[in-house]
């Protein structure tokens, strides 16, 4: 696989799971939920983006790029 491809799937996870993380933690905030599912829903969210952000730095580290440098070929 493509590691720019894969970077971009590992992108819009993370940012998926930051919205996702923010709208449950408002909810679980502001109404009165003591579910277990909630909790767990929460925990999940935030194992994905560990996961991705994991794998992230593992391809840029492998890709040997830089963050930000240009890539002249």
């Known amino acids: 696989m493509n590691l720019t ?3 971009r799937i590992c992108w819009t996870i993370c940012i998926v799971t930051i919205v996702a ?3 449950l933690s408002f909810s679980m905030i502001w109404g009165n939920h003591e579910s277990e599912f909630l909790w767990k829903a929460w925990m999940s969210i ?4 560990f996961g991705s952000a994991a794998t992230l730095i593992v391809s840029k ?4 790029k830089t963050w930000g440098a240009a890539n002249p070929q």
């Open 61 to 64: 580290v492998v890709g040997g």
């Open 5 to 7: 491809v894969l970077n």
């Open 21 to 23: 993380g923010t709208a």
């Open 46 to 49: 935030g194992v994905l983006f």
